[in-house]
Nanobody
Framework: QVQLVESGGGLVQPGGSLRLSCAAS????????VNWFRQAPGKQRELVAW???????NYADSMKGRFTISRDNAKNTMYLQMNSLKPEDTAVYYC?????????WGQGTQVTVSS
């Protein structure tokens, strides 16, 4: 079955960096776009970044220039490099993929930006 497993979250000071990973299994990873979402306490889940099959990318406006999404199809893994982190980036980050018209989600990884 399709599984997505995030890792790499943690506590970081403002201005710091983190790299999140999302390991996929149970489907042909290279054939599907994948996304990063995040959800802060009391807020709706929001799209952070998207990467297509060909490697094309798109970002939410507030992440442009700070976050970089990438994928390694040989490792069935997607990454989110986050730089210049701000307290408002604090959230649970989820990877997501639409496979066979069904959305799949990982369990999420907590990112906390605080001094």
């Amino acid at each position: 079955q399709v599984q997505l497993v995030e890792s790499g979250g943690g506590l970081v000071q403002p201005g710091g960096s983190l790299r999140l990973s999302c390991a996929a299994s149970g489907y042909i990873f290279s054939a599907y776009a994948v996304n990063w979402f995040r959800q802060a306490p009391g807020k709706q889940r929001e799209l952070v970044a998207w990467i297509g099959v060909s490697g094309s990318t798109n970002y939410a406006d507030s992440m442009k220039g700070r976050f970089t999404i990438s994928r390694d199809n040989a490792k069935n893994t997607m990454y989110l490099q986050m730089n210049s982190l701000k307290p408002e980036d604090t959230a649970v980050y989820y990877c997501n993929s639409l496979v066979g018209r069904k959305p799949y989600w990982g369990q999420g990884t907590q990112v906390t930006v605080s001094s």
